[in-house]
């Protein structure tokens, strides 16, 4: 049973570039979040997806930043125009449809962001 | 506002060396606590979730316990392939997206 995937793993962008983060969750998991850690920060929340639906995108920049996650295919983060401060770590997370309590949450192995 | 704090920074033990991890939170109606372990390039790895006061849970060397305002990570008798960073989070509102702490970086010296 594969985790979830994330691709590229590292990604180099020049400045004013745009960057497109993808992410598979794993089989049968039907959320999924979007984190970014910066170097000597801790992991912080941006956008909660379902199939078609952004659920909560109070952690993402309201310019430059987009997710989706289409009925088919993986999810997707854009970033437009990136700026040196967009260098960071970003991770997705899945997890299966809410059952009561809170289900874990399962990380992809991070797609590691260089603005040049 | 709700908050997740984690002592100490950082950790160094000699092997065979037992100690804890602190996780202190804030938030309105807890909702379950969440621990992770992070590896230096790779993604948090799933550890353990703690639903209420009290609750207690193991896995080898590790574990974790519940009070109504922190959670504490035992680890026994730690050998170097226990270094790692240990996150702890606990979820936001109703959305379910989780508040991290910074992590207790722990080198374990053989």
């Known amino acids: 049973n594969a985790g979830v995937m994330q691709n590229p793993r590292h990604l180099v962008r020049r400045r004013g570039q745009e960057a497109r983060l993808r992410c598979s969750p794993m089989k049968g998991h039907s959320h999924v979040y979007w984190y970014r850690q910066l170097p000597e920060e801790g992991l912080k929340f941006m956008v909660y997806?379902?199939?078609?639906?952004?659920?909560?995108e109070s952690g993402m920049p309201k310019e430059r930043f987009s997710a989706e996650f289409p009925k088919e295919g993986p999810s997707i983060l854009r970033i437009q125009q990136v700026v040196r401060g967009d260098s960071a770590a970003y991770f997705c997370?899945?997890?299966?449809?809410?059952?009561?309590?809170?289900?874990?949450?399962?990380f992809g192995p991070g797609t590691r962001l260089t603005v040049l | 506002e709700d908050q997740v704090t984690q002592s100490p920074e950082a950790l160094r033990l000699q092997e065979g060396e037992s100690s804890s991890l602190n996780c202190s939170y804030t938030v309105s109606g807890l909702r379950g606590l969440f621990w992770y372990r992070q590896d230096p390039g790779k993604g948090p790895e799933f550890l353990f979730t703690?639903?209420?006061a009290g609750e207690e849970k193991e896995k080898e060397r590790l574990k974790a316990t519940l009070t109504k305002k922190e959670s504490f990570l035992h680890i026994t008798a730690p050998k170097p392939e226990d270094s790692a960073t240990y996150l702890c989070?606990?979820?936001?509102?109703?959305?379910?997206?989780?508040?991290f702490g910074k992590g207790t970086k722990l080198s374990v010296k053989p």
């Open positions: 997370a899945s997890s299966p449809p809410a059952g009561g309590r809170y289900n874990e949450q399962f």
């Open positions: 703690l639903y209420s």
């Open positions: 989070a606990v979820p936001r509102g109703s959305q379910g997206n989780l508040i």
């Open positions: 997806l379902q199939k078609e639906n952004i659920i909560d």
